[in-house]
């Protein structure tokens, strides 16, 4: 009898200066986690390291790629085959280790290929890592040549998009770094019960807040305001603490352990 490999993926993905190395961070210090290190690619991202999915020059660009219609790939994407899933195996398998539970991937890019990677690998899990669109905007301006309004509309843009791809997805979750800075050890054991993993006694790094170094660099207007409180954000760097990470899981005990760990004080 043939059997799958004894792994899973779990994705990463998120705007640019989102957190997403943060968040591949805490997942990848879980017993049972593989994360690609020592990579000669930037932040150690998979992407760069395969040869399946075309990623160049004009892939990926910040505060470009996740409206770019060419980069948004769902099941209906001429990639979605075999050869796809055996190239991108073939490529990643030297960079992790062995005996891992879950091979980590984080690459911003993912945020507009969950729905595809959902396809070349159905027991995948996803996590999306949002932060302040205020922020993010400021912290992307020195890479783009763009007003800063036009960043949050980026932003709002690609997280409507987020919004209308997460009901095809069986196993995802969209975080917060705001939630991560304010309360790590909560949120690394939220994320451990969504990949069903045991999350450190301690965490290992010294986890702080830098929204603050972009305050009042610019401001949501009144009409994106409206848009962005859908994730809890709001002028002025604002963040509303009511708002609770989605969880989607096919299992529900996995689903209801995950909600538990992220509302617990």
């Known amino acids: 009898m043939r059997h799958g490999p004894d792994y899973r993926y779990v994705f990463v993905g998120g705007l640019h200066r989102s957190g997403t190395s943060l968040t591949a961070r805490l997942i990848a210090a879980m017993p049972g986690a593989g994360a690609i290190r020592t990579a000669p690619v930037p ?26 219609p060419a980069q948004h790939l769902t099941e209906d994407h001429p990639l979605n085959r075999l050869e796809t899933r055996q190239r991108l195996e073939a490529d990643w398998t030297p960079w992790y280790p062995h005996d891992c539970r879950w091979r980590l991937e984080k690459s911003p890019v993912n945020l507009t290929r969950m729905r595809l990677l959902q396809q070349l690998f ?47 997805l069986h196993a995802v979750t969209v975080i917060r770094y705001e939630d991560l800075t304010r309360d ?16 450190p006694s301690a965490l290992e790094e010294v986890i702080a807040d830098r929204n603050d170094l972009y305050a009042g660099a610019c401001r949501l207007s009144a009409p994106q305001a409206a848009r962005a409180s859908a994730w809890g954000y709001g002028p002025d760097g604002a963040v509303d603490r009511g708002w609770h990470a989605p969880v989607q899981h096919p299992l529900r005990d996995v689903r209801e352990a995950a909600v538990r760990a992220w509302s617990a004080e």
């Open 43 to 68: 932040e150690n991202e998979g992407v760069y390291l395969q040869g399946a999915i075309p990623h160049h020059a004009q892939s990926g660009v910040p505060m470009a790629f996740a409206t770019d």
């Open 122 to 168: 159905p027991m995948a899990h996803f996590v999306v890592v949002l932060r302040h669109p205020e922020a993010v905007a400021a912290a992307v301006a020195k890479w783009v040549d763009q007003p800063s309004q036009a960043l949050i509309d980026h932003w709002l843009a690609a997280h409507d998009q987020l919004a209308g791809d997460l009901p095809y």
């Open 184 to 199: 790590p050890a909560r949120m690394q054991r939220g994320l451990a019960a969504f990949l069903d993993l045991t999350a």
